[in-house]
């Protein structure tokens, strides 16, 4: 199983990014799929998720109204639009899958909930 999470680069605040997981090895149809982040000497922490089977979605209150997750079926990817980017989003961002399905609300996930991880993409917000 691989996830290739991409589309991390170097932003002014403000600005935009969309950062694309892809898989192989499982079929991300059938999975539910976070974002994760990672900023230098902190916890790794919860971003958004989209849960297979019904669409649902939900995003951690930092990021709710600036970030979206969906999915591009033609692609076959799950995305994470970040609009009005800040300083403080500044990570290393990664995609985890699990075969868990979620119901709509607002919670932080566990990363111990997604058994299938993929690399970092940086993502750096200018001042």
């Known amino acids: 199983v691989q996830l290739q999470a991409s589309g991390g680069g170097l932003v002014q605040a403000g600005g935009s990014l969309k950062l694309s997981c892809a898989a192989s090895?499982?079929?991300?149809?059938?999975?539910?799929v976070a974002w994760f982040r990672q900023a230098p000497g902190k916890e790794r922490e919860f971003v958004a998720v989209?849960?297979?089977?019904?669409?649902?979605?939900n995003l951690a209150d930092s990021v709710r109204g600036r970030f979206t997750i969906s999915r591009d079926k033609v692609k076959n990817t799950v995305d994470l639009q970040m609009d009005s980017l800040k300083t403080e989003d500044t990570a290393a961002y990664y995609c985890?899958?699990?075969?868990?399905?979620?119901?709509?609300?607002?919670?932080?996930?566990?990363?111990?909930?997604?058994?299938?991880w993929g690399q970092g993409t940086q993502v750096t917000v200018s001042s």
């Open positions: 985890a899958a699990s075969r868990r399905r979620w119901s709509s609300g607002h919670y932080s996930l566990d990363q111990i909930a997604f058994p299938y």
């Open positions: 090895g499982i079929t991300l149809s059938l999975h539910s």
């Open positions: 989209n849960s297979w089977g019904g669409g649902v979605t």
